[in-house]
């Protein structure tokens, strides 16, 4: 997920002076082993490239990111999935394409904060009641289920294996910024994929042989990078970070650079709020006919499409979207006097992520508080703020002793809900503390992320305008087995701070939670109160089967009885994936412009048919635009 913040962008703005952080010069020194492909310097799309504000206007496509007002980071042109999609759409320079978006542009909003690696954690020291996602650096793989919860084997791993090659291109790093025992597929990349850049980074962080070793004196074995649809065991992973640069590789500074220096239709319309999905109704049911927006200094005015209207919005606004222009369960959307357009119960539903929480102790090695690593990145772009972790994860089954705490029972339920090569628990070491406190030493922190999870929030909306940010859900370890599971990796943890190498790094004792903390009672409390995101959220517009009463989306993307209208972001995912979902969302959008591309689109196409509610819109005559009432 790619973000930028909601701060003001305005036709014709320059960059010069409007950085919201002190800007690295732009004088690196090149990796010694550049990339055969030259990163160009990132600027403004010309003017060319943005859509009129307050004016109505008619498009192919109507593509909609809509970032919470309260996020310090926000989705930038549709996010991961839209900005992929919409690119790929503008290689066909005669259609014309409409990308909605609520912020600006994150190099120049968010300014370091955002382009140097290092920094992704640098939102979390916001009020609690506000909602940060900074990037997701990792590129894994998607399930084999994913197939069988949606019955399309064009979900396979095999089939959707050449939508995983598609975005990235795997830019060399300098040979020194490698770790001798980092094993890597060598066929895992196509060499003809791009424009995003993926890398090991220019920087080879002294914990990352540490945690090598802790990891494997914990029994986990070596395999041969994340990115051939194995997980269980370790390895290091690849960044999302362009070499040449030392910054972040993100859909806006690829794709959209990219389809903004060509002449095509493909229209940004920046700091401007999706207000609802507009629709026509007649016998034949719902059809989305654009979007009413709203710019800044601008009254409300539409976008229409003639062909689709493409929500990418993410897990959070993607469904409050939907809901307030009366797609969703019948109690929210009525309950908010909306119209209700189609009674779908899945919608806000099914929201799963990832929560994490670490230990922490203070360490001998150079970590992201060294006092040079600034100099170093303004030098060199390398150094510890030019990755954003010390590169290697493990992921596990829960094992023996730990495993055989668990009450018989919910090991049952965990060996029944998951496939045997799927982990429950992912081991992500840190370069600084991840705690709820400050600390004053040079930390460095061990995390833990359960993939496995069964606990489920929901999201659902306070009111009838986008404005109103959506009410979230997110219930993390309310199902006692996530509970019980979180307390035996905690008592792993300190096995892994046990090991050889990395007992022969730390300072002293445990910083985080400490010594103090033994009962399983005194770790759950730890637990819970420290409990984070990992901003894996991701299924509250599932995809599933047309008899899945809570399915919202097919696996063709369009939403349940309604006509052009499809979703594509991790909202629709039917289940997390185990491993981070960046790369997975990529293919997605892949899949999809591919499918609207070279596939045989049914402009009439709706989804489910027979068996479910489609509601018509409160009108005397047969057809009505819903989104004007």
Not at 264 to 285: H, P, Q, S, V
Not at 568 to 584: E, F, I, K, W
């Amino acid at each position: 997920m790619l973000y930028s913040t909601s701060l003001c962008l305005s036709l014709g703005l320059t960059a010069a002076g409007v950085y919201g952080a002190p800007q690295v010069p732009n004088t690196n020194t090149p990796p010694e082993e550049a990339p055969p492909r030259q990163s160009a310097p990132w600027q403004l799309p010309p003017q060319r490239s943005y859509g009129e504000p307050g004016v109505n206007a008619t498009y192919d496509y109507v593509i909609i990111g809509v970032p919470l007002a309260t996020w310090k980071i926000n989705v930038i042109g549709g996010g991961t999935a839209g900005l992929t999609v919409a690119t790929r759409l503008a290689e066909n320079a005669t259609l014309r394409i409409a990308v909605i978006e609520a912020g600006g542009f994150y190099e120049i909003d968010n300014g370091n904060l955002s382009t140097v690696p290092a920094y992704w954690l640098a939102g979390t020291e916001t009020p609690s009641n506000a909602t940060i996602l900074p990037t997701d650096w990792g590129y894994v793989t998607t399930p084999q289920e994913w197939a069988e919860d949606v019955g399309d084997d064009s979900y396979t791993f095999e089939a959707m294996l050449p939508f995983f090659d598609k975005s990235p291109y795997n830019a060399p790093s300098p040979s020194n910024a490698s770790a001798a025992d980092n094993l890597q597929d060598p066929e895992a990349f196509d060499p003809n994929g791009g424009p995003l850049r993926v890398s090991q980074g220019n920087y080879l962080d002294p914990f990352g042989p540490v945690a090598i070793e802790g990891f494997t004196a914990l029994g986990q074995e070596a395999i041969p990078g994340l990115q051939s649809g194995e997980l269980i065991g370790q390895g290091y992973v690849e960044f999302t970070i362009d070499p040449a640069t030392g910054k972040r590789s993100s859909s806006e500074s690829s794709f959209l650079q990219n389809a903004v220096t060509k002449q095509n239709g493909l229209k940004l319309y920046n700091n401007t709020m999706a207000e609802r999905i507009l629709f026509d109704y007649n016998a034949t049911g719902s059809t989305a006919t654009g979007v009413l927006i709203s710019s800044e200094g601008s009254e409300p005015y539409v976008l229409t499409a003639t062909r689709e209207v493409i929500l990418s919005a993410g897990a959070f606004r993607s469904p409050q979207l939907l809901m307030v222009s009366g797609v969703g369960p019948r109690a929210a959307v009525q309950d908010n006097d909306i119209p209700l357009i189609n009674n779908l119960a899945g919608v806000g539903d099914n929201l799963e992520d990832h929560p994490f929480f670490a230990t922490s102790f203070a360490v001998k090695v150079p970590t992201i508080a060294t006092e040079d690593a600034l100099a170093q990145y303004l030098e060199s772009r390398n150094g510890p703020l030019s990755i954003s972790s010390p590169g290697p994860i493990g992921w596990e089954k829960l094992p023996q002793p730990y495993r055989d705490e668990l009450p018989i029972e919910y090991q049952v339920v965990l060996d029944n809900s998951f496939p045997a090569d799927w982990p429950e628990v992912e081991w992500l070491p840190v370069s600084m503390n991840v705690g709820p406190q400050a600390l004053p030493y040079q930390p460095a922190a061990m995390a833990t992320a359960l993939v496995a999870p069964l606990s489920r929030g929901n999201v659902t909306i306070a009111s009838a305008s986008m404005s109103d940010n959506p009410i979230i859900n997110p219930a993390w370890l309310t199902n006692s087995v996530d509970q019980q599971l979180a307390i035996q990796t905690f008592k792993r943890h300190r096995e892994f701070w046990r090991a050889s190498t990395a007992a022969n790094i730390t300072l002293g004792e445990e910083l985080l939670p400490g010594a103090a903390v033994q009962t399983d009672e005194q770790i759950l409390a730890f637990i819970m109160a420290s409990l984070s995101p990992i901003w894996h959220a991701a299924g509250t517009c599932k995809m599933g089967k047309p008899t899945d009463q809570y399915a919202v989306v097919d696996s063709r993307f369009k939403v349940m009885g309604i006509k052009k209208l499809r979703v594509v972001d991790a909202s629709v995912m039917p289940r997390l994936v185990p491993g981070h979902p960046q790369a997975t969302i990529y293919a997605l959008a892949e899949k999809l412009a591919d499918l609207l591309v070279n596939g045989t689109v049914d402009e009439n196409a709706g989804g489910r048919g027979l068996g479910f509610e489609v509601v018509p819109a409160a009108s005397g005559n047969g057809t009505t635009s819903v989104g004007s009432e």
